[in-house]
């Protein structure tokens, strides 16, 4: 660019058709020539003027441009870094949310067990104390059938007892009135012989 600079007004110099390089030591004779002369250069300086304007111009736009540009990227930046973090933030809040699901299932299941095993266990207590009452009443029943064959024996024995007791009872009434009989067969008999003594 600075190359330009200097090229740019040498070239339109050059490209001017009143100038040559006779002109430039040319003697004081061709004074008159020199206001074109100036005015060319004016024009030049102009246009090469007008040309630095347009490019500091154009490089003001570029630089516009790439600010612009530059910041559009930022913000592309940006609203990509935000959608991002927005995703993180979903994926993180699904994350807690399925984890959060997770445990209330896990939560309710543990009480569900946890009533299921209490249920088993009233069951089954209800069963030991069903079982505990059958073999109470089971043996309720073989005490009391043991105590009726105890007292159907101790009826037995008695009545066997007062049999015998009458039994013997009888034999000693027996004997008693037998005994009786011989006394007074002797006595008869001892009552006779006195007689016949006599």
Do not use: Y
Not at 49 to 74: G, K, P, Q, Y
Not at 162 to 190: F, G, H, R, T, V
């Amino acid at each position: 660019m600075k190359m330009l600079k200097f090229l740019l007004p040498l070239l339109l110099v050059a490209s001017v058709s009143s100038f040559s390089l006779k002109s430039l030591f040319s003697s004081e004779d061709k004074a008159e020539e020199v206001p074109a002369e100036d005015t060319a250069v004016e024009e030049i300086d102009e246009e090469v003027n007008e040309v630095e304007e347009s490019e500091e111009e154009e490089e003001d736009e570029e630089e516009e441009d790439d600010a612009l540009s530059a910041l559009e990227e930022d913000e592309e930046e940006d609203e990509e870094e935000l959608d991002e973090e927005e995703e993180l933030e979903s994926v993180a809040l699904e994350a807690e949310e399925e984890e959060d699901e997770e445990e209330e299932d896990e939560e309710e299941l543990d009480e569900e067990e946890e009533v299921e095993s209490v249920a088993l266990e009233a069951e089954e207590e209800e069963e030991e104390e069903e079982d505990e009452e059958e073999e109470l009443s089971a043996l309720e029943d073989e005490d009391e059938e043991e105590e009726d064959e105890f007292d159907e024996e101790e009826e037995v024995e008695s009545v066997a007892l007062e049999a015998e007791e009458e039994e013997e009872e009888e034999e000693d009434e027996e004997e008693e009135l037998s005994a009786l009989e011989d006394e007074d067969e002797e006595e008869e008999d001892e009552f006779d012989e006195e007689e016949e003594v006599e």
